[in-house]
């Protein structure tokens, strides 16, 4: 009889390999992953190692720019102390100097100085003798007949004969130069604003203008002569071609007067245009843009110009 073929089993390891495989197998575990790690954690170091690097260069950047600051403020301090010693010194020397505007009598000399509205300093001057002559002049003791809607009237001293306008011929093209009209106006209530305030108790007599730029003061009569005789001459001058006017009119009654205690001055421009204006404020200020004025007018638009 033949044999077939026979299946051999082999037989089993025995106990002690498996315990040997299976460290063999844990220990490459963990060296795989030592392994990765190992690569992971030098990739991160790198990153990091960059990131210091990148810290470190940006802070001396910042501390460069820290001690750059430092120098400039000491600098900018030691300037600062520099400057306000000196403004110290200076001030204690011109503490008691007049600022602009101002009056100055000196050596026979009455100057005012102040600003235009472009904020350029003007300065006029006169001899103190040709102020005495002014001043030791008669005055003037015309007066005008007002008439009331009811029938009454009241006399009033002139202002017309105080109007000086050739006091003015040599300084009023400084305020007409490069300007209008208008312009021009405005200049000659800027000079007022700055060099006479309203004052009370001054008489029963108007002054001539030269008085009023002198003393500094002046009642709505004094500073409406005053305004009247800069604006005649600029106009006078340059052809403006405005209309000059005098008014008398009631304060408390601008609009209907009932009494006459107050004076302003009206200028019509060429192009129509017409400005009442307040001669004792320190500001301008035109009445019809306001309200109406009614009272007594005067053309005085060649007043002392001698034609």
Known sequence: MMEGLEYERSPSPPPYKWLSIAILLFVSGIVSGLVFGYWVSG????????????LQYNNAQLQYQITQLKTSYDSLLASYDSLNAEYQ?????YRFSPTIPYTLIYNGTIQWLFKDMR???????????????????????????????NGTTVKVLDMRNYIEPKFFSNVILELTRGRTDEEFV??????????????TGLGDHYRWPVETLVEGRGQCGDT?????????????LMNYGMKIYIWYVDAQHISDPVNVNHA??????????????????NYFYNYLEHQSVSGWKYDVTYQGLGN
């Open 224 to 236: 409406t002569i005053l305004m009247a005789s800069m604006i005649i001459e600029g106009n006078h």
């Open 186 to 199: 405005r200049e000659v209530d800027n000079v007022k604003n700055q060099i006479v305030v309203y004052g």
């Open 43 to 54: 990739e991160q170091i790198d990153f990091l190692r960059n990131e210091v690097t990148n």
């Open 119 to 149: 904020g350029n300093i003007l300065k006029w001057q006169v001899p103190i003798d040709t102020y005495r002559a002014y001043v030791n002049r008669e005055k003037s003791k015309d007066y005008v007949k007002l008439s009331f809607k």
């Open 89 to 93: 010194k200076l001030q204690e020397k």
């Open 264 to 281: 302003l001055i009206e200028v019509e421009f060429k192009s129509g245009n017409r400005w009442i204006l307040e001669t004792t404020a």
